[in-house]
């Protein structure tokens, strides 16, 4: 079975810009989180979503969006790109609404904000 | 902001030693996952352990968790130079998200 997918692999931005990114989630879950991990850190939570809604939010300014599809795959878009958005942002899905469970993680897409 | 803190940030052991890895937290947690991520690449789920567990053991991992000190271990026996990684802990409170430490980077040495 395919694992979570993401794309693109790596993305190059001019700050001012706005990007979009995509995960594909394992077949039957339902539950897709974004986490933006950044040179040295830990990755630190963005968004959840679970059937389509949004059911949690870190701390990211508004700049940060993100929506999930009938098919449960979901994309995150960051506008008015700064230098500090650089990083690895990472798709997790997991079959639960919560994260009692395992998450599994997806490659990542790099950022790289010029 | 970072709930936990893992001990110590970089570590560096021979083949077949084994490599223990602390981490500390601040808040009530339902559970405590371990990850471990290759060269800035996706993370790979290691072991979770509940909050009501004191100890578990997965393969060559053997994880514990004392909730009155806030803190978990995680040991991994007999390493390999494929255990080459760097390891975090991540907690789970009553929400939806989790939240990851800053991570340990193993080396093992062949």
């Known amino acids: 079975d395919a694992g979570v997918t993401q794309s693109p692999t790596h993305l190059i931005k001019t700050r001012g810009q706005q990007v979009t990114l995509r995960c594909s989630p394992i077949?039957?879950?339902?539950?897709v989180s974004w986490y933006q991990q950044v040179l040295g850190q830990g990755p630190q939570f963005i968004f959840q979503?679970?059937?389509?809604?949004?059911?949690g939010r870190g701390n990211f300014p508004d700049r940060f969006s993100a929506r999930q599809f009938p098919n449960y795959s979901s994309e995150l878009n960051v506008n008015a790109l700064l230098l500090g958005d650089s990083a690895l942002y990472l798709c997790?899905?997991?079959?639960?609404?919560?994260?009692?469970?395992?998450?599994?993680f997806g490659p990542g897409t790099r950022l790289t904000v010029t | 902001s970072q709930q936990g803190e893992e001990d110590p940030q970089a570590l560096s052991i021979q083949e077949g030693e084994n490599a223990t890895m602390n981490c500390s937290y601040k808040t009530s947690i339902n559970n405590l996952q371990w990850y471990r991520q290759n060269s800035g690449r996706g993370l790979v789920h290691l072991i979770l352990?509940?909050?009501?567990?004191r100890e578990k053991h997965s393969g060559r991992l053997r994880v514990t968790l004392d909730t009155s000190k806030k803190s978990s271990s995680l040991l991994i026996t007999a390493s390999r130079a494929a255990d080459t990684a760097s390891y975090f802990c991540a907690t789970s409170g009553s929400n939806y998200k989790l939240t990851f430490g800053k991570g340990t980077l193993l080396t093992v040495n062949p």
């Open positions: 352990i509940r909050s009501n567990e």
């Open positions: 077949s039957g879950h339902k539950s």
């Open positions: 997790a899905s997991s079959l639960p609404r919560t994260a009692t469970y395992e998450q599994y």
């Open positions: 979503y679970y059937e389509k809604e949004e059911r």
